[in-house]
Every structure is written in structure tokens, then in C-alpha cells.
């Protein structure tokens, strides 16, 4: 048996479906409650209440739950089965590093365009690192000497480009 409501544009319908931008949509879940969840109901709204708990002794769920506010759980029954963790992928490196022989000379250091990591670091001397175009002393993420940065995330893609006003320096470069 169907009950009679009144959907949203105040057309009567049933309660197995809505009203909803022209279509009658599925508005319901049939649920087997004791007697105290429906004590609660009635209760609840013969007082006009809004923010009601129902008990119910089991409530099997077979799709999708939307939690508005917040939802607690008292106890979990015990779950058995098996879970399958495969190792993570690790990432192969290629090494860069190098010395700067020619002060003041912009070079590519790494010609590759992609990668989904990038380490750069300055162990003695100083240099300027751009990425996407040729370095200058005024366009490059300066480095100095024990200084150093790995992109892990939102790693930027294009050539590595540096360069350093001190002959001698020393860097590493590593992308993966």
C-alpha cells in the first residue's frame, strides 16, 4: 500500500517517489524498525521535534550513506577478510650532479622536460636554478652553498637551467 504525500510543489504523489524537475525519482528506503524507533517517531513528531535519535537493532545499508552533521557508532562487529597492500612504486633516479666550469654561462643541466620529482642542492659555492628557460642571476631561485630543495608535489616540468658567477661550484641534481 502506498501512503499520500505531498511533494514539493504540493502534488500529491506516494511515498515511493518525488516530484523532483519534472521526473518522480526513488524517495525512500524501507527500513525494519522495533518498537522503540517507532515510539521515538511517534513521539518525536507528535512534539514537533527536529533532532530526534531513532534506535534500531539492525540496519543493513547495500549503497551510499550521506552523513549531513555527524554520525556515532557504538560498537563494530568484527570485520574478517584479507587486505593486499602492493609496495609503492619507487621512483627511478637519474643523477645530474656536477661542477660549474665557466663562470657566469648559463647551461641546461637536465634536458628532460617531464618528471615527478626534482631534487636541487648547492654544497660549495653558489648558483641560480631556472626551470622552463635559461637561468640569470636575476630570474633563478638562488642557492648558496649547504642550501637546498625537493619538489615532491606540483613538481615543475621543463629544463633545468643554471648558472653561477663562481667557477667551482659544486651542485646536485636529481630528478625521478
Do not use: C
Not at 514539493?8 to 521526473?23: D, M
Not at 570485520?79 to 619507487?90: D, E, K, N, Q, Y
Not at 652553498?145 to 663562481?166: K, L, M, N, R
Request: no cysteine.
Amino acid at each position: 500500500m502506498a501512503l499520500a504525500i505531498l511533494d514539493g510543489t504540493q502534488t500529491a504523489t506516494t511515498l515511493s517517489t518525488i516530484l523532483s524537475s519534472g521526473q518522480h525519482i526513488t524517495a525512500h528506503t524501507v527500513v525494519s524498525l522495533g518498537a522503540q524507533a517507532i515510539t521515538d517517531i511517534l513521539n518525536a513528531t507528535s512534539a514537533g521535534l527536529t533532532n530526534t535519535q531513532l534506535r534500531a537493532s539492525v540496519v543493513t545499508i547495500g549503497g551510499t550513506v550521506t552523513v549531513g552533521n555527524s554520525l556515532t557508532i557504538g560498537s563494530l562487529p568484527a570485520i574478517s577478510g584479507t587486505v593486499t597492500v602492493s609496495a609503492l612504486p619507487r621512483p627511478t633516479w637519474t643523477n645530474y650532479s656536477g661542477t660549474v666550469t665557466t663562470a657566469s654561462t648559463a647551461v641546461t643541466a637536465i634536458s628532460t622536460t617531464t618528471r615527478s620529482y626534482l631534487l636541487a642542492q648547492v654544497t660549495t659555492g653558489q648558483m641560480f636554478l631556472n626551470i622552463g628557460a635559461t637561468a640569470t642571476t636575476l630570474n633563478g631561485i638562488y642557492f648558496s652553498a649547504g642550501q637546498g630543495f625537493a619538489w615532491e608535489t606540483s613538481v615543475p616540468q621543463g629544463i633545468v637551467s643554471i648558472i653561477s658567477t663562481v667557477t667551482g661550484t659544486n651542485y646536485v641534481l636529481k630528478e625521478g
